[in-house]
């Protein structure tokens, strides 16, 4: 069996473990919510305040003492685990995360369970690929497989966690870990159909594009989604900032607080405890006034920073999609309140904000739009959806330089190349840089061509001072001339800027 | 790779499988009875007009059941019944995706595309009339019509309605449904349907006054005096209260003995009858006109002539009639629309406007 093959069948053990792990996970957290907070019926008053309150409290005190290493963004870790620790992650994060986040999310606080499970994944396939000794390279290659099999588990998304894990825990693609991504999110998704059903993670009732005024009321959503998102991260980070500034004997009290919070805006908008999921479903059957859906939004977003920023376990993707959810049916409800053009069902509305917000915050369009048909099962509206979310983007992009967890890794003291970095970083090629002839003679000029990287170029042009860009077809055609100039100027456009020892133009240019 | 390393893998995989096995058929179990005791709950909730609470216990016993049908339509009803049809709507598509063939959620669907305003609602009424009812469904059935031909008739289509109504009456036997279906033909124009439906519920209650005051109503609107008025008599003889058949059988019976044109009258009788009529229009005109106006220019002078005989000119039935017409006429110009003492008179006077003054 070649490495390969053996790389193969392993992401389809780490989709195994994980859709096991994460079921397990899902399970044990709607059992704790149950006795709890009562849920779905509710609770009395006093455990609608306590329970939050305890449970985000000893959640944030274990993580804390007992389990460092389950602490924050289960994303950032993952990412970490990429990109620092050559795909180590230790076995004990995994219980850890498991534990807190059973109390915490179980318990009502306003965080989510996709991202634990993103890292609980990544954990299991780390410790297989230990035990399994798989050499440097492939450990780094590991954790991504676990993350997409975490994720397709926890939303029952095979396509969703694929494509995030593409888009942002890679950022980027890459076709030497693809094919395992793929195996091991369909392993895990499987295995937790097995015990979970098959059914999305919504029910949706049935809804169509009315009329084109839609897609006005759609880029709308797409713009308020962006401008929220700001709002969103910036309150996350400067939570979370302001946090460390406390003193140490405070810290393991901030949790305890933001639970308490949490559990008195839940006496009057009880849609806020937990992940919230519940609260979108009720939102997609219209139980909601519009009014209440922008509330429920905003006191979602105060008490994500609240309970994010403070250490209290648990991840961002539920109350990101609970908070576009409400922001988007709030808007489609106020639209149909003001509007002449009869607008369509709210629910609707409620799936476009969500995938528009998901995307304003988290800079992962393609997700967002596919995680919007598979959380549904519904693709009647993607002309809507992929407006919002490309404005919500945009708008994201221009209002914020860096996304959520770029941002959170930043803070964490780590940075990890972005999508957008990655796009902007492509590899010059001799085309980019390459002059017209305009009557020069290149013969005699040794040759290159236009689909070179500029690095080809460069090695020929410690020989010579000029190049002869021709076609590769036959007969060859000259296209055009590059020379050192040329590449000193594209590098540097601006002659003052510093240019380190070795390359074109320096002090020390080689020949 | 030591076989003993698979070995250590493949039961911590077996040993993960056992519990999330374990743990998911224990929540799977509790989820289930949850929701079944939810649903109970809820349901008796709603039954005993505690909507709110009814409301919250069926939605979390779909919350936690989503694939069964039953919590979707429970809930459903319970929303629209709390005027909330657009929440009701959404979950009642869920109940229609698992059943689209059930007769009581095209039901629900039909009132909720009429309390939403919404088109379709008699295909959706059909629907339900096809559906498939939990046993015994033809009384279900009978009402989902009877729904629909309300329905058609508030939409003002009146046709299609009675052609609803007629295929109903061939299988309403049970005595209210048979009243519904009789008043429903009467509304939608169809008297002579409405009177077979009614007298096949005298026949089968002889003393259901009910029955026969709408049998009555029926012959009256079918134009048949004398049968309506034995029909309400009937019914007055079960009981004397019944104010609808006494106005029938009042002014029933007068138009049978003011009609100049009944059947096997000779021609004096026609003549006094007619005579009688243009006495008591002559009266009615009188009562509303002041005297002093009726000196300056009488456009009853010729009518009075004739009801005092002082008149030369041989004057006949027909002659007597069209007098009536245009005595009735000008009293309504003056007096306005007539009163309930003069229903037997405008009754007749309408029928031989109708008929071209023609007895």
Same mark, same amino acid.
């Given at each position: ?182 195996? @091991?999110?369909? @392993? ?63 810290? =393991? ?32 059957? @219209? ?22 920023? @403070? ?116 590899? =010059? ?80 240019? =080689?020949? | ?98 059943? +689209? ?89 169809? +008297? ?166 023609? +007895?």
């Amino acid at each position: 069996m070649t490495d390969t093959q053996r790389f193969l069948l392993l992401s389809i053990l780490i989709g195994a473990f994980a859709g096991l792990l994460v079921t397990a996970f899902h399970i044990a957290i709607e059992l704790v919510s149950w006795s709890a907070l009562g849920l779905p019926t509710g609770a009395r008053r006093w455990s609608t305040v306590l329970s939050p309150c305890l449970g985000a409290g000893l959640a944030g005190l274990f993580v804390r003492w007992v389990a460092p290493s389950a602490r924050g963004s289960g994303i950032i870790y993952t990412k970490s685990a990429i990109y620092v620790s050559d795909g180590y992650i230790p076995a004990t994060s995994i219980a850890g995360k498991f534990t807190a986040c059973v109390a915490s999310i179980g318990s009502g606080a306003p965080l989510g369970p996709e991202d634990p499970a993103l890292q609980m994944g990544a954990g299991v396939a780390s410790v297989l690929g230990r035990v399994f000794t798989l050499a440097r390279d492939d450990m780094r290659h590991i954790a991504p497989v676990g993350a997409a099999a975490g994720i397709a588990a926890a939303f029952n998304t095979p396509i969703t966690a694929v494509l995030f894990v593409i888009e942002e825990v890679l950022s980027g693609w890459s076709a030497g870990v693809f094919g395992s991504i793929v195996l @091991s999110a369909a @392993s895990a998704s499987v295995v937790s159909r097995a015990f979970l059903g098959d059914d999305p993670l919504f029910t949706v009732p049935d809804m169509a594009l009315r009329a084109p005024a839609e897609l006005v009321i759609a880029a709308g959503i797409g713009l308020v989604a962006g401008v929220l998102s700001r709002v969103y991260a910036g309150s996350l980070l400067s939570l979370k900032e302001r946090a460390k500034s406390w003193p140490a004997g405070v810290a =393991p009290a901030l949790p305890f607080v933001a639970g308490l919070l949490t559990g008195l805006v839940a006496l009057v908008l009880p849609g806020v405890l937990g992940a919230g999921y519940r609260g979108i479903d009720a939102a997609l059957h @219209s139980e909601f006034p519009w009014l209440t859906l922008i509330a429920l939004a905003l006191a979602k977003t105060a008490l994500t920073a609240v309970s994010f920023g @403070s250490g209290v376990p648990g991840g961002l993707f539920a109350p990101t999609l609970f908070v576009g959810a409400m922001l988007g049916g709030g808007l489609g409800g106020l639209a149909a309140f003001y509007w002449p053009l009869a607008p369509g069902a709210m629910s609707a509305y409620v799936l476009i904000g969500m995938g528009a917000f998901f995307a304003a915050v988290f800079r992962t369009p393609m997700t967002s739009i596919f995680m919007v048909f598979e959380v549904s099962a519904t693709y009647v509206i993607i002309l809507p959806v992929m407006i919002a979310n490309t404005v919500a983007y945009l708008v994201s992009r221009a209002l914020m330089r860096h996304s959520l967890f770029e941002s959170l890794g930043t803070e964490e003291g780590v940075r990890f190349p972005s999508v957008q970095e990655m796009r902007a970083r492509r590899a =010059p090629r001799v085309e980019d840089i390459m002059q017209p002839l305009d009557g020069r003679d290149v013969s005699g000029l040794d040759e290159v061509h236009p689909d070179e990287p500029i690095d080809a170029a460069l090695l020929k042009l410690r020989a010579a001072q000029a190049l002869a860009v021709v076609s590769r077809g036959a007969p060859p055609v000259v296209l055009g001339i590059i020379s050192r100039d040329d590449v000193r100027k594209w590098l540097w456009p601006d002659p003052a800027e510093h240019r380190p020892a070795g390359t074109p133009g320096s002090a020390e240019e =080689p020949g | 790779m030591q076989p003993r390393v698979y070995a250590a893998v493949f039961a911590a995989l077996l040993g993960l499988a056992a519990v999330t096995s374990a743990l998911s058929g224990y929540f799977h179990d509790a989820k289930e009875a949850r929701a079944a005791s939810l649903f109970e709950r809820g349901r008796a909730a709603v039954a005993t007009g505690r909507a709110g609470a009814g409301i919250e216990d069926l939605r979390a016993a779909r919350e936690l059941d989503r694939g069964n049908p039953r919590y979707s339509l429970l809930l459903a009803t319970a929303l629209y019944e709390a005027d909330r049809p657009l929440e009701a709507e959404s979950y009642l598509e869920l109940a229609m995706r698992a059943d +689209p063939t059930s007769g009581p959620a095209n039901l629900l669907r039909a009132r909720i595309a009429r309390a939403l305003g919404q088109p379709g609602a008699d295909a959706w009424y059909e629907r339900a009339m096809t559906g498939a009812w939990p046993e015994p469904d033809d009384d279900a059935r009978l009402d989902a019509g009877i729904e629909l031909a309300g329905y058609l008739l508030g939409i003002d289509d009146a046709p299609r309605a009675r052609a609803v109504l007629v295929r109903l009456a061939v299988d309403a036997d049970d005595p209210p449904r048979a009243k519904q279906v009789a008043s429903l033909l009467l509304a939608a124009g169809g +008297p002579d349907d409405a009177a077979r439906v009614a007298r096949a519920l005298t026949t089968a209650q002889p003393h259901d006054d009910e029955a026969w005051r709408l049998l009555a109503d029926a012959e009256f609107a079918a134009g048949r005096d004398a049968e309506a008025a034995a029909a309400a008599r009937r019914a007055l003889a079960i009981d004397r209260s019944n104010a609808r058949a006494q106005v029938i059988a009042q002014v029933a019976s007068a138009v049978v003995a003011l009609d100049p044109s009944a059947r096997r009258l000779t021609a004096a009788e026609r003549l006094r009858r007619a005579r009688e009529l243009l006495r008591r229009i002559i009266d009615a005109y009188d009562a509303c006109v002041p005297e002093a106006e009726r000196m300056e220019g009488d456009p009853l002078a010729a009518a009075r002539r004739v009801v005092a005989r002082r008149t030369r000119e041989t004057v006949d039935v027909d002659a007597v009639i069209e007098l009536a017409i245009a005595a009735w006429t000008a009293r309504a110009a003056r007096c306005g629309p007539p009163t309930a003492d003069l229903a037997a008179i405008a009754r007749l006077l309408s029928r031989f406007e109708a008929a071209g003054a023609r +007895p």
